[in-house]
């Protein structure tokens, strides 16, 4: 199918285009920008004045529940709301039932989602098995299934001899680790920033040391090992602190802040709110400016969604008890929007940090509009404003620390390879 693109003004971060052009699809893949190839007859014309047309969003955190938790979500509610957000490409951590620990599951998961076709879904492989942090992973029989990188999602690895090993063995083969900070020991039974909130509230604390340790363990590692060390959801400005020191020593270190955390503080939680009950913890407003700073020089590659859809269930309960997590997906493109609104960040620049810049974190030829590109498209308007209603929300997880919130920009089309997947 031809799809001719018309009248939208075209950001692409990678290309540093910011200019109203035409865009022309042919064969799945980007044909032609600004004027149509030769021979060209549209199928389908998508009148795009006033709206923005842009790579489809790469989120690099997504959980999509399957297998395993299929009453928390399923993939074919998490895939519509992924769409319904203008993202074509996600990567979903190893933290299943049973864990991304043997290739078929892998295999099973890309299958099941190639077959929704919706979205693409880049899987992150086990470190170890079971996430037992004992025995490492095949890991070459799992990048061969399909994974892009290794982790164990939000289980430490406490045992550093057996850390070393897999950075050394994924350092000899060139994959990627990807590691959350957060030093089990520090944290055990904390839910809540250690900060004035938690004492307030008589909240178990999880301090900032929590995840400065385990960063600091990791960085040695990998200035040992040599790895592509990639650090997931740094919540801390003495985190950002030290990734931004270990990038100018030369370290090949990257990381990536959720949404959650560019925006809300330990001071959201309020009386209690259980959505605000998230992993990491919500930090201090110190923190969220540390943060918002390590984006803007650039010391954070990206922001995710850090969706972690949760039932009902898990979430009607005290603070201290409900299940961490939130759903993202559908708020990513427009929290960025407030954020490069808020800091004045340039939206070539904004849009680069859940496009190109997540795509090469994970090594894929996604999140741009190049000639022969995938047809990866995210068609918004940036005027449209609307409320965050759980209950409009496409993920079958309705938790969400932005209930209520007034929010600008709303996804109109999502093409994935060419095809139509979503309007709205």
């Known amino acids: 199918m031809n799809i001719h693109i018309k009248n939208g003004r075209l950001i692409d971060p990678k290309n540093k285009i910011d200019a109203q052009q035409d865009v022309f699809i042919a064969n799945r893949r980007i044909a032609a920008i600004g004027t149509a190839p030769p021979g060209f007859a549209a199928d389908t014309v998508i009148e795009a004045g006033g709206l923005i047309v842009m790579p489809g969003l790469v989120d690099i955190a997504a959980r999509l529940r399957e297998p395993g938790y299929e009453y928390k979500a399923t993939l074919e509610s998490e895939m519509s709301a992924a769409v319904a957000g203008g993202v074509t490409s996600l990567a979903c951590p190893p933290d299943t039932d049973p864990p991304l620990d043997e290739p078929g599951l892998v295999e099973m998961l890309k299958y099941r989602a190639r077959s929704l076709n919706q979205a693409r879904v880049f899987p992150i492989g086990a470190l170890t098995y079971g996430l037992k942090g004992a025995e490492l992973t095949e890991m070459i029989e799992l990048a061969?299934?399909?994974c892009k990188a290794f982790s164990q999602a939000d289980t430490p690895l406490t045992d550093t001899r057996v850390l070393l090993r897999a950075m050394q063995y994924a350092a000899t083969f060139g994959y990627r680790v990807w590691l959350r900070p957060q030093d089990s020991f520090l944290a055990k039974n904390g839910v809540a920033h250690d900060g004035e909130v938690a004492s307030r509230l008589g909240l178990p604390p999880i301090p900032v040391i929590a995840e400065t340790i385990a960063l600091n363990t990791a960085l040695q590692l990998a200035r040992e090992t040599g790895v592509?060390?990639?650090?997931?959801?740094?919540?801390?400005?003495?985190?950002?602190?030290?990734?931004?020191?270990?990038?100018?020593?030369?370290?090949?270190?990257?990381?990536?802040?959720?949404?959650?955390?560019?925006?809300?503080?330990?001071?959201?939680?309020?009386?209690?709110?259980?959505?605000?009950?998230?992993?990491?913890?919500?930090?201090?407003?110190?923190?969220?400016?540390?943060?918002?700073?390590?984006?803007?020089?650039?010391?954070?590659?990206?922001?995710?969604?850090?969706?972690?859809?949760?039932?009902?269930?898990?979430?009607?309960?005290?603070?201290?008890?409900?299940?961490?997590?939130?759903?993202?997906?559908?708020?990513?493109?427009?929290?960025?929007?407030?954020?490069a609104e808020q800091e004045r960040v340039p939206l070539l620049d904004a849009l680069g940090r859940i496009t190109i810049h997540p795509a090469q974190l994970l090594g894929v030829k996604m999140g741009h509009l190049s000639l022969g590109a995938h047809a990866d498209l995210c068609v918004f308007d940036p005027q449209a404003a609307w409320k965050v209603e759980p209950a409009a929300l496409k993920s079958q997880g309705k938790n969400t620390p932005f209930n209520g919130y007034e929010m600008q920009g709303r996804v109109r089309y999502t093409l994935l390879d060419g095809q139509l997947v979503y309007q709205g």
């Open 144 to 146: 061969e299934a399909g």
């Open 228 to 339: 592509t060390l990639h650090v997931c959801r740094i919540s801390s400005a003495a985190g950002v602190d030290m990734v931004r020191a270990a990038k100018r020593e030369g370290l090949a270190v990257t990381c990536d802040v959720s949404l959650n955390h560019v925006h809300l503080t330990e001071m959201d939680i309020g009386y209690f709110d259980a959505n605000c009950h998230l992993s990491p913890p919500l930090r201090s407003l110190r923190d969220k400016a540390g943060l918002r700073a390590g984006l803007l020089d650039g010391t954070i590659d990206a922001i995710c969604s850090n969706h972690s859809p949760v039932d009902e269930d898990a979430k009607q309960l005290p603070f201290a008890e409900a299940e961490a997590g939130a759903t993202g997906l559908e708020l990513l493109l427009p929290l960025v929007l407030k954020w």
